[in-house]
């Protein structure tokens, strides 16, 4: 299974911040790499697919970037909404995995 | 608009057998473009993606689940289903349905989630 990482594991952001999260993968994955966001109690909702590809309805302020094993989720300016915990998944290969999660609160 | 609705026990006793559905509304099980997978979280724990099966019936599991996970469809009734056996308490989580529409195994559509927890 390809393994995945995050950092930082948690951060304390202010409204209007520019958050970046990154994401490695345990081997090269060429551009198959995903972001969703969760808040409690709720399903993961996709943010980003194809590593920079913007779901639909998902404001512009998130964006992603990067290819094979390296990877940042940005937010540009942090809005009262967005405050969640953030997971990458990859899914180049069988079985999808995922990150452990990036968690952001207010500072 | 596609919608995913999970149902099924809350309450599992260890060494059973856990038994889920999920009810698609909005479109059909049976279109080519789609295939449907269950994803679990345990308390404050991360995502794990448990398996999925194409409208073909092809199914594929995560390999540490794979001896006791069966993912099946009922097209005539519009629903897919999990069953994973011999449950222990490791097996407590909330399990989502899901599936991607755009890219394999990027989830777009989620189920609300349903909580189980093994318990005697």
């Known amino acids: 299974d390809i393994q995945m990482t995050q950092s930082p594991s948690s951060l304390s952001a202010s409204v209007g911040d520019r958050v970046t999260i990154t994401c490695r993968a345990s081997q090269s994955i060429s551009s198959y790499l995903n972001w969703y966001q969760q808040k409690p109690g709720k399903a993961p909702k996709l943010l980003i697919y194809a590593a920079s590809s913007l779901q639909s309805g998902v404001p512009s302020r998130f964006s992603g970037s990067g290819s094979g094993t390296d990877f940042t989720l940005t937010i540009s300016s942090l809005q009262p909404e967005d405050f969640a915990t953030y997971y990458c998944?990859?899914?180049?290969?069988?079985?999808?995995?995922f990150g452990p999660g990036t968690k952001v609160d207010i500072k | 608009q596609l919608q995913l609705q999970e149902s099924g026990p809350g309450l599992v006793k260890p060494s059973e057998t856990l038994s889920l559905t999920c009810t698609v509304s909005g479109g059909s099980i049976s279109s080519s473009s789609y295939y449907w997978g269950w994803i679990r979280q345990p308390p404050g724990k991360g995502l794990e993606w448990i398996g999925s099966?194409?409208?073909?019936?092809?199914?594929y599991y995560n390999p540490s689940l794979k001896s006791r996970v069966t993912i099946s469809v009922d097209t005539s009734k519009n629903q897919f289903s999990l069953k994973l056996s011999s449950v222990t308490a490791a097996d407590t989580a909330v399990y989502y349905c899901?599936?991607?529409?755009?890219?394999?195994?990027?989830?777009?559509?989620w189920g609300q989630g349903t909580m189980v927890t093994v318990s005697s």
């Open positions: 099966i194409y409208y073909s019936g092809s199914t």
């Open positions: 899901a599936m991607p529409r755009v890219v394999v195994h990027a989830f777009d559509i």
């Open positions: 998944q990859q899914s180049y290969s069988t079985p999808p995995t």
